[in-house]
């Protein structure tokens, strides 16, 4: 059944940028194709709009559909339409960024995507369109918001120590920060509640554990003030 | 001569929200539209992607032909795909946004704008689409983005007052500022070169003219720098 316009359209996909991490190293959510073009290649999970589906939906829809990952917080990133970048013709693509726990999530296969799998920021494989691209914006988009929104909270389990914040923040910034400087920053920011639960099954001495305190944070937002690390 | 797709596709457009300052008022350029739907209703200026042309490509020439506004600097704002958001069917738009000096450019309409003027955000006229709701999300993104990147700078003259500098804040942000903590905040930032010249035509004692050090900003910036204000 074929559709007809006056004036040609491009065609409009989404794709998904989805950050986990994996004790001290920042993870991407790809798939691999199972058709052309690109068969067999990784890629970011998405696919075609469908015309009864708001962005947003279509990009839940395929991340669903693809990698089984469901109740994530999706913020769309940036739209890329440069003219050679899908070799089908005029392909648009919407790209959306999520960060998830992700030990939260059971990740299987399926429609279009013949293997899913969480791969290294460092070690990712060869990637279809213009992919490995639209990763670099998310990364630049994520490194730019840690510092100035509280955002890194929800690649963390909800009770976390002040040395796995760290790391996330060195994991995500790719550098290493003043262990003394990070903890007084954070801690005089008074966003994080210690709770009177430590570490379980660890060899060394069981640190505390502390939470978001997202309530808080959202009073002092509407007062101007400002979230900076 | 007509377009067949064995999948249906929504139409492709793009829309501007160019910011100005008009002395102590920040303002908004729209055009007043030519043809239905919403014909002589006020809205932004904007149109379809052609099939040959970038997202940024299109927005700039849409920009040019209805508003007569040329080299702008545009920066992607957001996707708005809602389903009843063109009583025409299935149209995504591709948001774009501009800080300029609005006394560097004289406006003309043209193509399918009937129309062109600056508004003040107190004083928009009912718009067409929603495009009243695309302006709040450039006026929110305008809003933070003042706060930790040097972008108000572009809707200034080269060299300018502190005073000046600090009408823009005002005036973007909605909110009165101390006027001793602002220059301290932005002066111990050394990011204004003082120059060795004064205003001209004033009733009032000449105040300094500064201009914004852009080369030192970029080198700053390599280091970790964090502009806030």
């Not at 999520?98 to 299987?108: K, P, T, Y």
């Not at 899913?116 to 494989?125: C, N, Q, R, T």
Request: hydrophobic residues 40%; contains cysteine; glycine residues 6%.
């Amino acid at each position: 059944m074929p559709y007809t316009y006056d004036y040609p359209r491009p065609a409009l996909t989404v794709d998904c940028v989805v950050f986990g991490l994996d004790g001290q190293v920042l993870k991407l959510l790809l798939i691999q194709r199972q058709l052309e073009p690109f068969a067999h290649r990784w890629a970011l999970p998405g696919g075609f709009v469908q015309m009864d589906e708001s962005l947003d939906d279509a990009a839940l829809r395929e991340l669903a559909e693809e990698t089984g990952v469901q109740r994530v917080y999706l913020e769309q990133l940036y739209t890329f339409g440069e003219l050679d970048r899908d070799p089908r013709g005029r392909v648009v693509t919407v790209a959306y960024y999520a960060l998830v726990n992700l030990f939260d999530h059971v990740v299987r296969a399926a429609t279009d995507a013949e293997n899913v799998g969480w791969f290294g920021l460092d070690d990712l494989p060869k990637l279809a369109f213009d992919h490995r691209k639209i990763i670099d914006v998310a990364i630049e988009r994520l490194r730019g918001k840690l510092r100035y929104a509280p955002i890194g909270f929800e690649l963390l389990p909800k009770k976390f120590t002040l040395t796995e914040l760290q790391t996330l923040y060195e994991a995500v910034l790719d550098q290493e920060l003043d262990k003394r400087n990070f903890r007084k920053k954070i801690l005089s920011m008074e966003l994080l509640i210690e709770t009177d639960e430590v570490q379980k099954d660890v060899a060394h001495r069981a640190a505390r554990l502390y939470r978001f305190d997202r309530q808080r944070y959202k009073q002092l937002e509407k007062q101007g003030f400002s979230f900076v690390l």
